[in-house]
């Protein structure tokens, strides 16, 4: 029997494609989940990956894979004025393990459930002779035929709050689209613009461009980026909003803001940045590129 990787997120496409790979390939599906700070429990999603049809379930920690090799080398760009691209770097991430995973398993086939091909080029620029599956593209069902398919195979939504909503999610932030003919999601299912009215101080350490200490705290750097999200989320930093053809789309990305803010204002040097964040503002108010130790 043949053997197809797939990228399994626990949503509604990727789990009703387990059951079709399975059954269009007859094939064994082998899926692989990654954990890049979107918050859910690995140990459940594999668990649904198995009740789904798939013969065994990849769950990685790829977080610090993701920071140090993406998020914190994209500080270079600068200021951070548009998006702060989660999606742009959790996809050749995803392409690495689904084939590194591909070839532990000694498949030829590799498989996810995403509509656009963004995620195919990843993979092909790691491999360009791989074959590549993408089942929310093949499979000829409107929207009621994959939800009487789904029931029929038992696969439930995880969610029904906002359902017209798409949320991706890393350590990054969090970015909502949806169209616009359908609603504004509630603001209950989006950060709040502001939850604090006192000002919070973030002093960064930068060591060569790259952070290494918030508030005279040394810390590794997934654990810096979860401190910088947490302190400024809680300001509603990281907020941006584009609307285009009929589609808006919402980042909140508290980490990816502050993060940028900084490394423009200090460049590639080494130092400390002093920021203040209030009611979704992020304000340099000191800086000194004298280096710091931290005996």
């Known amino acids: 029997m043949s053997m197809i990787v797939l990228a399994f997120s626990g949503g509604f496409a990727s789990s009703n494609a387990v059951h079709w790979l399975t059954e269009t390939y007859a094939a064994d599906v082998v899926t692989v989940t990654l954990d890049v700070g979107q918050g859910d429990d690995l140990g ?9 049809g798939a013969v065994r379930a990849h769950a990685i ?8 090799e993406f998020l914190l080398p994209s500080l270079v760009r600068g200021p951070l004025n548009e998006g702060p691209g989660i999606a742009e770097f959790t996809r050749p991430l995803i392409a690495r393990k689904l084939l590194e995973v591909a070839r532990i398993e000694g498949a030829s086939m590799v498989a996810h459930a995403s509509h656009d091909e963004l995620l195919d080029a990843a993979i092909r620029a790691l491999d360009p002779n791989v074959e590549i599956l993408a089942p929310a593209r093949l499979w000829k069902m409107d929207a009621a035929q994959l939800a009487d398919y789904a029931r029929s195979h038992g696969v439930s939504q995880r969610s029904t709050s906002e359902p017209h909503c ?23 299912h989006l950060t709040p ?13 930068f060591e060569g461009g790259m952070p290494v200490s918030i508030n005279d705290v040394p810390m590794p ?15 509603g930093v990281g907020r941006l ?14 980490a990816a803001m502050v993060l940028h803010t900084a490394r423009a204002a200090l460049g590639d ?4 940045v002093r920021l203040s964040v209030l009611n979704g503002g992020c304000t340099v108010v000191g800086r000194n590129t004298e280096v710091v130790n931290h005996a």
């Open 269 to 272: 040097r080494t130092g400390v």
């Open 61 to 68: 920690d790829a977080r610090e894979e993701l920071v140090r």
């Open 44 to 52: 459940a999603l594999r668990a649904r990956a198995v009740s789904c």
């Open 193 to 205: 613009l502001s939850v604090s009215n006192e000002a919070a101080q973030i002093n960064l350490q």
């Open 241 to 254: 909003e584009s609307t285009n053809n009929g589609r808006t789309v919402v980042y909140d990305a508290p």
């Open 166 to 188: 798409r949320v991706d999610q890393s350590l990054w932030g969090r970015v909502i689209s949806f169209r616009d003919l359908d609603g504004r999601p509630t603001e209950a």
């Open 221 to 235: 750097p997934v654990e810096l980026v979860e401190s910088v999200a947490l302190i400024a989320g809680r300001h």
